[in-house]
């Protein structure tokens, strides 16, 4: 199977990077503008209107490939904390607790932190022929 996917492997994180940035600034939607679901919009001045001001525009930023490290660490940070503020008391085990959502984003977002933008970003049209640029060819190889 390496063989086949594994050419694939940077188109493959760029759709992985776009979907779960897009996805996760829906969660900020849903907090700041009420759509998708139509449901309640929060405080902008709470800490629920911080969460969907960082999930609106990091999802945005991760999506774009603009300043993914940065984005996704912070978004990271935030799964973190609203694990730990509004699943893990409820129990351990996130399958139970409903916080496996939380963990994967922060997991996924750790790992695009350290990964970085990849092809079909901004950062990689940024920095087109510079060395960073040298390291993703060299990562292909």
Known sequence: MNRVLGNYSPQLYAVLRIV????????????????????????????????????????????FGLFTSWAAFIASGEMAVAYFMAHAPQGAWPILNKGEVAVLYCFLFLYMAARGSGIWSIDAARHRGTVADADVHRSRV
């Open 20 to 63: 779960a940035g897009l996805l996760f600034a829906m969660h900020g939607t849903q907090k700041l503008f009420g759509w998708p679901g139509g449901g309640d919009t929060v405080e902008i001045a709470s800490l629920m209107g911080l969460a969907g001001i960082i999930e609106f525009v990091g999802g945005l930023l991760i999506a």
